[in-house]
């Protein structure tokens, strides 16, 4: 009679209800950037300065905050813009990378080399602190947060890609392709990229977490959305000096960072693991 390891008895449900977890958290989110005002009717931007900093309520469920705006409308609000910018960035990140690793992986030695060297320039820097960088020569704002998180995150992207396109090129099915006079557009798109770019959704899945989280950094700098904007590093900027008094405007926005971050971390996680062949 087989048996089962209990480490895996035990890891394979926990694991499923880690996932099913964090999807129905990641639910929620869309929610709240699609329709927010399901859960709340309060306007983010508009408070009562007679109502600043009232504790979670039933009338506010997650409080007020110093110029008696609803915290909860804002963090629902605030995660379209956290989000939508975080997401911006790893397109960013996806696209340059995705096509500085097919230029290196593909063509001669020179352009692999010049495409290894800004990978590595790129990656000498912290992810931040190469995005401070950035915004400290193209100037803050929404957009330019999203870029420079963007090229913060290319040596991610290029560096697989480049070395997924250096191992495909070399396989037996695309040297048999060429052998029996398939074009090289054909061999390209029909298998030398579905093979490269397999492993994309994984790494983009957890690449959205660190985006997110960059994001709430360089708001809560003052290097991106600015106040009044709901957006989660905004409110947490704005909470601090009142941190001692009041704890609910810093802490709801950072819970909701954190709880994203890990949720998308999770669903990378289950995505790497299913790519590799191994069970959740």
């Known amino acids: 009679m087989s048996t089962v390891p209990v480490h895996a008895s035990l890891s394979r449900p926990s694991g499923a209800l880690a996932v099913a977890a964090a999807g129905g958290f990641l639910l929620l989110v869309l929610l709240a950037m699609v329709a927010p005002q399901l859960f709340s009717h309060y306007d983010p931007l508009v408070g009562d300065v007679t109502q600043g900093l009232q504790p979670p309520s039933l009338e506010h469920g997650f409080g ?53 060297r800004v990978f590595d320039v790129l990656s000498a820097f912290p992810h931040v602190l190469l995005a401070l960088l950035v915004i400290a020569l193209i100037g803050p704002g929404l957009f330019h947060v999203a870029v420079a998180i963007g090229i913060a995150g290319i040596p991610k992207f290029g560096r697989m890609v480049r070395s997924q396109t250096q191992l495909v090129r070399e396989a037996d099915y695309v040297r048999h392709a060429v052998l029996y006079g398939q074009s090289g557009l054909r061999v390209f798109c029909r298998h030398l990229l579905p093979n490269v770019l397999v492993a994309i959704p994984t790494l983009a899945t957890l690449d959205i977490g660190s985006s997110i989280m960059a994001v709430s950094g360089l708001s809560f700098l003052g290097l991106g959305p600015q106040p009044p904007t709901p957006e989660w590093g905004v409110m947490l900027a704005e909470g601090r000096d009142v941190l001692r008094i009041a704890w609910w405007p810093s802490v709801f926005p950072g819970v909701s960072i954190t709880v994203t971050v890990i949720a998308f971390s999770v669903l990378g996680k289950h995505l790497q693991r299913r790519f590799e062949g191994r069970q959740p």
């Open 64 to 116: 007020t905050d110093r110029l008696g705006r609803d915290v909860l409308a804002r963090v629902l609000h605030g995660a379209r813009y956290s989000v939508l910018i975080g997401l911006a960035g790893m397109l960013i990140s996806l696209v340059l990378g995705v096509l500085l690793g097919l230029v290196a992986g593909l063509k001669h030695r020179w352009l692999d080399e010049i495409a290894s």
